[in-house]
C-alpha cells in the first residue's frame, strides 16, 4: 500500500510542475544521507551545512519572487522545508534514530495530502502510522468522507464567496474605510474557511487511508487572546516554531526581557516564512502575544471579540500585501466615515442578496459547530453509517449546489497552498 | 442490511441530483427559445425527404409548413444559434441514424468561423442533444478553452450557480419541454426595417480555413455516401456580410464536388423579399413574412430539381399545417 501511495503521491506532486520534483527529491536525498551522520564527529557542521543548503532553497524561492526561476518553486516547499527541519534537529538531538530506508523517508516528505497546505507533521509520529499494518476500513472512510464533505463546504460555500468580496473590495484602493473594516471582518472567515476547509479535506483523504494527521486548528476564533489564538490557529505551524525557534532561543527560561524577545524573534520567523510581506504582521502579532494578556477582561465574549477585533486588523497583510497600504487601510477604519455608503453598496461587491444569505447561514453554521464541537464530534464519530451517509449526502448536495465554482474558478487556488 | 439501507441512501441521492440537476438546468421553454430546438427532433416523425443544417439563417428563414403546403414537400430544419460547420456535421450525421432524407440542404454561412465563438451558444446547440457518440464528438470538436466536458456530463457543474435566479420557467418546465417550432422553423411575426447596415470592412483574409473544408468534405462524403443530394445555400441575409470572395471559393467548391449552391440573395427580386418589411432584426434574419415567401420559393426550386414526393394529405402534417396556421394567425 505504501509503494502504491509513494507512486501517486510522486505523480500527482509532478502533474503540478515536474521541474519541482528536482527540489523535493534534491532536499529528501541531502537530508536522508546528512541524517545518517548527525552522531558521528562532524555532527553539528552537518546540522548546519543541510539545514543551511534547504534553507537557502526556500529563501531563494520564495524571497526572489520575480525571476524565471521563481515560476519553477516546488509546491509545498514550505512545508516540507520545516518537515526537513524538525527531523534533521530531532536527530541531531538523539530525540530518534535516523531513519534507515530512504523509500521511507520519502513517503513522509511525499506523502502527498500534507504536501501542498500542510499541516506539518513530525516524522515519529508520521512514521508509526506510515509504517504500521493499515487496512481500510468503512468507518475510516465514512469518517474521511464527512471530514472531506465539510471541508468542501468551507472551501467552496464559505471561503468561495468571501473570496468575492475580499476581490472586490481589495482591487480597489478607493474602497477604505467601513469596506476595509468589511473586508478584514470577511477575510478573517475566508482564510479560516479556506485554509480550514483545505486542512479537513487533507486530513479526511487521510483518514481514509487509515493515517491520522495531526489537527491544525482548534476553534480558533474562540480564543480569548492573542496568545491562545496562536495555540489554536495553524497549530503544527505554531508548534513547530514553539519548538525549533521559540525554545532553542531560551524560550521563558532567562528572564521576562530574554522571553519577549524570544517571543518577537519567534513571530518575525513565522512572518517571514509566509513571506517579506508579512514581517510588520508577524512583529504586531508577536507584540500582542508579550503584552496581550495584561489587557483581559473577567466577560469571555468581551475578550472573544476584541481577539477577534484584532486578528481581523492583522489581516490586513494579508488582503492588501504592501504593507503601508495595509496600514492606511487599517487607520482608515478610523478616518474614513463612509459606513452609510457601504450599507448602500453592499449588494454591488459581486455577491447576490442569496448569497449574503447563503454565507451568513453557513458562517453562523461554521461558528456554531466550533463552539459546540467537543459534544458533536464523539455522537457523529459513534453514529451509524447510514446517518453519515445521509450527512455525506447532504453536505455534497450542498456544495455542488451552493458551491462557487464552475468556468474562471481555480479549484486548487488554496490560500494557504501559496505559503 | 445495513449495506442495503446504506445503497437505498445513496439511490435516494442520486435521485435528488438528477433532480437537482434537471431543477437548476435551463429549459429553452419560453426564454432562450433557441435551445429547445435541437432536441425537439426527437420526437418528431422521421420520414423527412429535405433536411436543412445550418445555423439561425435556417431556422428563422425556411418553415416547411409552408414548403408543405405549397409543393408537399416533408422537410425538417435542424439548425441552432451559431452553428459551426462541425456542429452542423455531427447533427447531420446524427439525424442519419433516424433517417435517409433524399436531400440535405446546408447554409454555408458557417464556413467563415473556424474556432469556437462562444459557450453560450455552444449551450444552446449541445444542452438538450441525446447522449451519443455525436454528443461527444460534438462537445469535443466544440469547446472553448475554458470548458470542460464533465460540465456537459454533469450540467450542474455549469449551472448550479443558477440556484438563485430560478423563475416560474424553471419549476413548470421541470418535468416537461415545450416546443417552440414547426418543424425546426422558429416563427417571428415582429417587423424591424432595414435601416442603416453595419460598414462592411475589408478583411486580412477572405480564404476559409482547412478545418472549415476538412468539415464540408465530411458533410459532402456522408451525403454521398448515403445516396442523398446536398444542396448548399446562402440564406438572403444582409449581414453579417457574405463576401464575393466567400462566394467564389462555395461556387468552385460546389463545382469540383459536382454541387448545388444557390446563393438566394442573388434571387431577392424574384422571391419578392420586402426588407423594409420582410426581416424582424434589420436585415440579418426573415420575419414570418419574409421567410413565407423564401419557403415557397425554395420548396419551388426543390420539387422542380430534385425527385420529392407530393405528400400532401398526410393527415398529421395536415394536423400540424393546421396548428401552424392557427398560431401564426
Known amino acids: 500500500m505504501n509503494v502504491l501511495l509513494l507512486i501517486v503521491s510522486i505523480l500527482l506532486y509532478a502533474s503540478f510542475g515536474w521541474q519541482s ?32 543548503i534547504n534553507l537557502a532553497i526556500l529563501v531563494f524561492m520564495k524571497f526572489i519572487p520575480y525571476t524565471e526561476l521563481s515560476i519553477l518553486a516546488p509546491l509545498g516547499i514550505s512545508y516540507y522545508t520545516l518537515q ?13 534514530e535516523p531513519e534507515e530506508k530512504l523509500f521511507n523517508f520519502t513517503l513522509f516528505i511525499m506523502y502527498i495530502p500534507h504536501l501542498f497546505i500542510g499541516p506539518i507533521s513530525r516524522y515519529d509520529d508520521m512514521k508509526k502510522q506510515l509504517l504500521a499494518k493499515r487496512k481500510i476500513t468503512s468507518n475510516n472512510i465514512f469518517d474521511g468522507l464527512l471530514r472531506i464533505s465539510w471541508g468542501l463546504i468551507k472551501k467552496f460555500v464559505i471561503a468561495g464567496r468571501t473570496a468575492i468580496i475580499i476581490s472586490t473590495i481589495s482591487g480597489n484602493l478607493e474602497y477604505n474605510g467601513a469596506y476595509a473594516l468589511l473586508a478584514m471582518i470577511i477575510y478573517s472567515i475566508n482564510l479560516y474557511a479556506d485554509f480550514s476547509g483545505g486542512i479537513d479535506i487533507v486530513l479526511g483523504v487521510s483518514k481514509m487511508l487509515g493515517i491520522d494527521l495531526v489537527e491544525n486548528f482548534n476553534s480558533p476564533y474562540y480564543s480569548e487572546s492573542i496568545k491562545e489564538f496562536w495555540r489554536r490557529w495553524h497549530i503544527s505551524l505554531s508548534s513547530w516554531l514553539k519548538d525549533y525557534v521559540y525554545i532553542p532561543l531560551g524560550g521563558n527560561r532567562k528572564g521576562a526581557l530574554r522571553k519577549n524577545i524570544n517571543l518577537l524573534i519567534t513571530f518575525t520567523v513565522s512572518g517571514l516564512w509566509h513571506g517579506v510581506n508579512y514581517i510588520t504582521w508577524g ?17 469571555k465574549i468581551f475578550n472573544r471579540l476584541v481577539t477577534f477585533i484584532i486578528i481581523s486588523f492583522l ?8 504593507q503601508l497600504t495595509a496600514l492606511k487601510m487599517m487607520g482608515s477604519v478610523f478616518t474614513t466615515f463612509n459606513y452609510a455608503d457601504l450599507g448602500a453598496q453592499i449588494l ?35 453514529s451509524k453509517l447510514e446517518v453519515k451517509t445521509i450527512l455525506i449526502g447532504i453536505m455534497i448536495l450542498i456544495v455542488l449546489i451552493l458551491g462557487i465554482y464552475g468556468i474562471g474558478f481555480d479549484v486548487n487556488n488554496f490560500i494557504y497552498s501559496k505559503f | 442490511m445495513r449495506k442495503f439501507r446504506i445503497l437505498i441512501i445513496i439511490v435516494i441521492f442520486i435521485l435528488l441530483f438528477l433532480f437537482f440537476t434537471r431543477l437548476l438546468s435551463p429549459k429553452y421553454a419560453t426564454s432562450l427559445v433557441e435551445g429547445s430546438m435541437i432536441s425537439q427532433y426527437y420526437n418528431e416523425s422521421k420520414d423527412h425527404e429535405v433536411v436543412f443544417i445550418g445555423d439561425c439563417e435556417v431556422y428563422a428563414n425556411f418553415s416547411p409548413m409552408v414548403m408543405y403546403e405549397e409543393e408537399g414537400i416533408k422537410a425538417y430544419v435542424r439548425g441552432s444559434s451559431q452553428q ?5 456535421y455531427y447533427i447531420l450525421e446524427e439525424t442519419l441514424k433516424y433517417e435517409i432524407p433524399k436531400v440535405v440542404v446546408f447554409n454555408v454561412n458557417s464556413m467563415r468561423y473556424s474556432e469556437p465563438v462562444s459557450e453560450e451558444y455552444n449551450r444552446l446547440t449541445i444542452d438538450y442533444m441525446k447522449w451519443s457518440k455525436q454528443k461527444v464528438d460534438i462537445i469535443n470538436a466544440s469547446m472553448t478553452e475554458e470548458e470542460s466536458i464533465w460540465y456537459y456530463i454533469f450540467p450542474i457543474l455549469r449551472y448550479h450557480s443558477r440556484y438563485d435566479k430560478l423563475t416560474e420557467e424553471d419549476f413548470e418546465y421541470l418535468f416537461k419541454r415545450k416546443d417552440n417550432t414547426f418543424n425546426g422553423f422558429l416563427v417571428n411575426k415582429n417587423v424591424k426595417p432595414v435601416e442603416n447596415l453595419p460598414v462592411q470592412r475589408k478583411l486580412a483574409t477572405y480564404q476559409f480555413e482547412d478545418i472549415c473544408y476538412d468539415y464540408l468534405n465530411k458533410i459532402t462524403k456522408l451525403c454521398k455516401d448515403n445516396g442523398i443530394e446536398l444542396v448548399l445555400i446562402k440564406a438572403p441575409s444582409l449581414y453579417p456580410y457574405w463576401y464575393d470572395e466567400y462566394d467564389e471559393q462555395i461556387r468552385n467548391y460546389a463545382e469540383e464536388n459536382d454541387i448545388a449552391f444557390y446563393n438566394l440573395k442573388n434571387n431577392v427580386e424574384e422571391i419578392g423579399i420586402d426588407y423594409s418589411a420582410d426581416t424582424y432584426d434589420g436585415g440579418l434574419h426573415l420575419n414570418l413574412n419574409g421567410a413565407t415567401k423564401l419557403s415557397k420559393f425554395f420548396a419551388k426550386l426543390l420539387k422542380e430539381n430534385y425527385n420529392l414526393t407530393d405528400c400532401r394529405g398526410d393527415s398529421l402534417y395536415e394536423q400540424k399545417l393546421e396548428e401552424y396556421k392557427e398560431f401564426i394567425k
Request: aromatic share 20%; proline share 1%; net charge positive.
Open chain 1, 348 to 382: 454591488n461587491l459581486g455577491l447576490s442578496i442569496a448569497d449574503w444569505i447563503v454565507l451568513a447561514v453557513f458562517t453562523i453554521i461554521l461558528f456554531a459547530f466550533d463552539g459546540n464541537k467537543e459534544k458533536i464530534l464523539p455522537k457523529l464519530q459513534n
Open chain 2, 84 to 88: 459551426l460547420i462541425w456542429q452542423s
Open chain 1, 315 to 322: 489581516w490586513a497583510f494579508f488582503i492588501w500585501q504592501d
Open chain 1, 283 to 299: 512583529i504586531l502579532n508577536g507584540i500582542f502575544v508579550m503584552f496581550g494578556e495584561k489587557f483581559k477582561t473577567k466577560s
Open chain 1, 21 to 52: 520534483l528536482f527540489y523535493v527529491f534534491f532536499s529528501i536525498i541531502t537530508t536522508f544521507f546528512a541524517a545518517k551522520h548527525l552522531q558521528g564527529k562532524y555532527k553539528k557542521a552537518i546540522l548546519i551545512s543541510t539545514i543551511g
Open chain 1, 84 to 96: 526537513i527541519i524538525s527531523y534533521l534537529v530531532d536527530v541531531y538531538k538523539g530525540k530518534y
